[in-house]
């Protein structure tokens, strides 16, 4: 390990020596050779033919052993940290797949379009044996179905994303330059969801560059965007930019007390440090030691108050800010001043309601681990007072009996009472001991672990209850996707939840009640009443059809004759493309040798044209999709269609009568 002499370079060592062969690579090992093979006989191609792409085989049996290995420790595609490793390890491999050696991978094997999937099987057979052979077979469907997923969402990406790649590519040439700009790279990125790696590896390939500043630029613009949008209302600081100098290390007691006598250590207002504050300032407040517990690993703040000789302060919100627990308050009465004596409180029925829905988001991890999979991973989480946020690597969304199954699980385990111990264990002992761990965390050497029973231990350093039964109640309230690979539950806890049930009871008896039905019937009763809906839509569309034909005989007899052919022209507000055309139909077939050229305004600004000619006028080479598209272009739309039908669209009515007198025009030069 120390000189880069891994199992791979050593084995071509061997080889090397056994062989007599200089030019053997890692490649050419048994631990590569056969994913190789593979590529070539997937390929149907000879090994001689792709020798000039072999680097693209190369990277393809690289890339397919980290993929594989990543997805079975429970790694899954998206957009950040090592999940997004992932997702550019499957993306570029595809793209040599598809793209660069150009390989032939559509028939290799029926009902899959997957061919990293299928070199993920070898790897699989080839590791039986070894000691990752049992966690790769028993991974092995969920790996499968994690790379054909993200294959056939890059598909799309690809498609679209090189397209555009290509003409910005040929613009930049064109003006003789030969960089793309980190803007355009960005939109790319932002509106194809185009990763910016492959932008840089496809112009390269092209003899163009990409301005990474200029992509990093417009990212950061684009995130402070949206950290702007959700920013805390009426913050008084931002943690990050007090500054820390002659203020000691926060205390954080709140584990054992909700009420501490402490000590003001310092006064943030506005920019700067001062020596007090007075009735009316928002400040950040610094205590010796504290029993609010500061905003991390998604659990909010404490709120509550804080008592001087002379003054009280209502603290709104408590954030860290490095190693300061940083206190958001208001003056209510007197003054307070640094060095002074104080007595912090915090609002003891608010951290029962977040101690609540940090326990139950705990059962809510374990449960859907249970239902989908230990491949299921907390991907991020807010925990606020009865109300709870969870995100989770997924391949897909709930169904409906999975969300019932994991909702039935918490609350199973809530009526059980299960106990909920709280340890302080060194980080690798907690690890071993099976506690899970959300990648991209920081931990201490020394970790606080939450057991709940023993079927849930996580290294966590919020907030909980002494066992699941004071959570009360749980219930979710939504679920739904926020990225490829992540999901979200919104889920209501303890009085929130009950209210919350109380509410849909209400609701559903006030439905029952509508319908006329019991609650247990109202399924029963809305399918009813959608089937008598439906047939109330038939019978109106063919009393609105009969009403076309009626009306049709009227326009007939209004007809115009141009060269001996009737046109027939008719504005027929308020109906909608399905009414014109059966109007069209109907005034079609009561002509020998004519058009009908109907319009309608559906809405103010939205204009439907429908053109029908007989099959006389069609024999004699007129044809209607061009015939109308003129006609609409007037009204700032277009359309097309068949020689004897055709629709389009218009978003300027005003120009209607311009339009029509177009039309006879038309009709008159094509007759000629």
């Known amino acids: 390990i120390d000189t880069g002499m891994g199992l791979e370079r050593l084995t071509r060592v061997v080889m090397q020596h056994e062989t007599g062969r200089a030019d053997v690579t890692d490649y050419d090992t048994d631990l590569f050779k056969p994913i190789v093979d593979e590529i070539v006989e997937l390929a149907r191609r000879s090994r001689r033919d792709i020798h000039n792409n072999h680097v693209a085989v190369r990277t393809i049996a690289d890339h397919v052993r980290a993929i594989t290995f990543l997805i079975a420790e429970g790694v899954l595609p998206s957009n950040e940290s090592r999940g997004y490793v992932l997702r550019m390890l499957i993306r570029r491999a595809y793209r040599f797949g598809r793209k660069i050696i150009n390989l032939d991978f559509e028939e290799f094997n029926p009902g899959t379009t997957s061919f990293l999937a299928q070199l993920a099987e070898l790897l699989v057979s080839m590791m039986e044996g070894t000691p990752y052979g049992d966690r790769l077979h028993e991974k092995e469907g969920v790996i499968s179905r994690v790379i054909e997923e993200e294959e056939s969402r890059f598909a799309i990406t690809l498609e679209a994303g090189t397209e555009k790649l290509a003409e910005l590519i040929k613009t930049v ?33 092209q003899g163009v560059t990409v301005e990474r500043s200029g992509f990093e630029a417009a990212l950061k613009t684009q995130q402070e965007r949206s950290r702007a949008a959700s920013q805390f209302g009426g913050a008084v600081f931002t943690p990050t930019t007090l500054t820390l100098k002659n203020v000691p290390r926060s205390e954080f007691v709140g584990y054992d007390t909700l009420q501490t006598d402490t000590v003001v250590k310092g006064i943030w207002k506005q920019d700067g440090w001062v020596q007090s504050a007075r009735e009316g300032d928002e400040v950040g407040v610094v205590l010796e030691r504290s029993p609010f517990y500061g905003e991390s690993g998604g659990q909010v703040g404490d709120r509550g108050t804080i008592e001087a000789p002379k003054g009280r302060l209502d603290v709104l919100e408590t954030q860290w800010a490095d190693e ?22 915090v609002d003891a029925a608010r951290r029962l309601q977040i101690a609540r829905s940090h326990t139950a988001t705990h059962l809510l991890h374990w449960a859907l681990r249970k ?15 009865e109300r709870v946020r969870f995100d989770f690597s997924a391949l897909g969304g709930l169904k409906d009996e999975q969300r019932m199954k994991v909702e039935q699980l918490v609350n199973s385990r809530i009526l059980a009472e299960d106990r909920v111990q709280t340890d302080l264990m060194n980080v690798e002992d907690a690890k071993r001991a099976g506690a899970l761990a959300l990648f991209g965390e920081k931990y201490h050497s020394q970790v606080r672990v939450v057991s709940i029973g023993d079927y849930s231990k996580e290294l966590c350093g919020g907030t909980h209850l002494r066992h699941t039964g004071s959570v009360g ?12 690979g992540t999901r979200r539950i919104e889920a209501m806890v303890g009085e929130s939840a009950l209210a919350r049930r109380q509410q849909d009871a209400q609701v559903l008896r006030a439905v029952a009640e509508q319908l006329g039905r019991s609650p247990q019937d109202v399924l029963q009763g809305i399918e009813d009443m959608a089937e008598q809906v439906k047939a109330a839509e038939r019978q109106l569309k063919n009393l609105k059809i009969e009403f076309a034909r009626l009306q049709a005989r009227q326009f007939v007899a209004e007809a115009k004759r141009i060269n001996g052919v009737a046109l027939v022209t008719a504005r027929v507000d308020g109906a909608d493309r399905e009414l014109l055309a059966a109007m069209a139909d109907a005034i079609r077939g009561a002509l020998t040798d004519g058009v009908a050229l109907l319009v309608s305004v559906e809405q103010p600004s939205t204009v439907a044209w429908v053109m029908a000619l007989t099959a006389t006028l069609v024999k004699r080479g007129l044809h209607a999709g061009r015939l109308l598209k003129p006609i609409a272009a007037i009204t700032q739309g277009g359309g097309g269609g068949r020689p004897e039908f055709a629709q389009a669209g218009g978003k300027d009515p005003s120009r209607i009568p311009e339009a029509l007198t177009q039309a006879e025009q038309l009709l008159r030069e094509a007759l000629a």
């Open 173 to 205: 040439r064109a003006r003789n330059h030969s960089t793309i700009s980190g803007t355009e790279a960005f939109k790319l990125y932002d509106t194809y969801g185009f990763p910016l790696e492959l932008t840089v590896e496809i112009a390269q390939e």
């Open 324 to 345: 300061l627990l940083v206190h958001q308050a208001k003056v209510r009465q007197g003054t307070v001043s640094v060095n002074e004596p104080v007595r912090a409180g």
């Open 371 to 385: 239902v989908l999979g230990p491949e299921t991973v907390q991907a991020g989480s807010l925990v606020e007072a």
């Open 473 to 484: 109640a749980f219930q979710i309230v939504a679920e739904s996707s926020i990225a490829a």
